[in-house]
């Protein structure tokens, strides 16, 4: 079993910035990928980035390329989410994600953090 435990969420103004902080209790084959999601009410979640541990290799929706970056620390089984002119329609609960792969990260993770809450306000 892995946990992922979210930080970072918070109320900020539109294109103020933001970063998430994603610690994974250990790092497995089963996790060689992490990554972020975020849902919005009443909808499913939906994938915005994703990094492999081993080599950095990144992965981002289309929505989010140029203003989020995923980065890690694999000394503190860290992932991060730099999150950078905010707009309102970023407000979302955001998850932290973990897979085998970046294609499993993106699609159907097999671990999932609480989720942390950011807010953008205009």
């Known amino acids: 079993q892995v946990q992922l435990v979210e930080s970072g969420g918070g109320l900020v103004q539109a294109g103020d910035s933001l970063r998430l902080s994603c610690v994974a209790s250990?790092?497995?084959?089963?996790?060689?990928?992490l990554g972020w999601f975020r849902q919005y009410p009443g909808k499913e979640r939906e994938f915005v980035a994703a990094?492999?541990?081993?080599?950095?290799?990144?992965n981002y929706a289309d929505s989010v390329k140029g203003r989020f970056t995923i980065s890690r620390d694999n000394a503190k089984n860290t992932v991060y989410q730099q999150m950078n002119s905010l707009k309102p329609e970023d407000t979302a609960v955001y998850y932290c994600?973990?897979?085998?792969?970046?294609?499993?990260?993106?699609?159907?993770?097999?671990?999932w953090g609480q989720g942390t809450q950011v807010t953008v306000s205009s």
């Open positions: 994600a973990a897979g085998s792969t970046l294609l499993v990260v993106a699609n159907h993770p097999t671990y």
């Open positions: 250990r790092r497995t084959f089963i996790t060689n990928g």
């Open positions: 990094i492999r541990w081993r080599d950095g290799s990144t």
